[in-house]
């Protein structure tokens, strides 16, 4: 699958918001959003003033960006939200949130979304003691994720996990940080999505 591979924290500088691309980088003094709050690029420092079609623009990229997504596999997902009953946008947050790769990264198993989707490619990861390795494998109900048991030596979970303080483990999680394992305890709703995102923009943007 294709994947982005530049720098991100010009896509923080782009939204004007902290998207926490970068791990501990995020809150600390080197945070290019504190550093140079202002979009990237030559003329980055010029006042813009946005169409309609720009914010909505604008919104799609943002998501798109806080989950790591390309274009074509965001339309995918979309397309999935809005065939589900209810209303698209808040479909569209939900079906982000169930993916197992998102999951690792609420449980504070990874400090960035990137890095629990490379965790989960590598297999360090089972739900209800079967392997997973497809970063968007939509969690249900009761489902319970634990890291393989040759994989709880390795550093970079014990850092993680001691950051997680920092954000919080959402609601619909319980998570047993000695077992290194969570559980989904019910579905997230979109009260449990802090970050500033207005989803109707998106689905706006895909209607025309």
């Given amino acids: 699958m294709a994947r982005y591979t530049g720098s991100v924290c010009k896509f923080c500088r782009r939204e ?3 998207l926490f691309l970068k791990g501990d980088r995020c809150f600390s003094e080197k945070c290019s959003v504190d550093r140079r709050p202002y979009p990237p690029g030559e ?5 813009t003033k946005f169409s309609p079609y720009g914010v909505q623009l604008r ?11 390309l274009e074509k596999q965001f339309r995918i997902t979309f397309d999935r939200a809005q065939r589900m009953r209810g209303i698209t946008g808040e479909n569209l947050l939900l079906l982000l ?5 998102n999951m690792v990264y609420r449980m504070g198993l990874a400090r960035t979304r990137r890095e629990a989707r490379q965790l989960v490619r590598h297999g360090h990861f089972r739900v209800n003691n079967k392997k997973v390795t ?15 048991e040759k994989s709880r030596k390795i550093e970079l979970f014990n850092d993680a996990l001691e950051a997680v303080e920092r954000r919080g483990v959402p609601p619909w999680i319980e998570l047993d940080r000695k ?17 500033p995102i207005q989803e109707q923009m998106i689905v706006e943007l895909y209607s025309k």
């Fill in 179 to 195: 077992e290194m394992k969570a559980t989904v305890s019910a579905f997230p709703v979109r009260e449990d999505i802090t970050m």
């Fill in 16 to 18: 004007k918001l902290k």
């Fill in 59 to 69: 919104e799609k990229q943002k998501v798109k960006r806080i989950y790591g997504f």
């Fill in 43 to 47: 003329h980055g420092q010029r006042r």
């Fill in 97 to 101: 949130e169930r993916r197992i790769d």
């Fill in 134 to 148: 497809i970063p968007s494998f939509l969690l249900k109900v009761g489902d319970e994720v634990q890291i393989r």
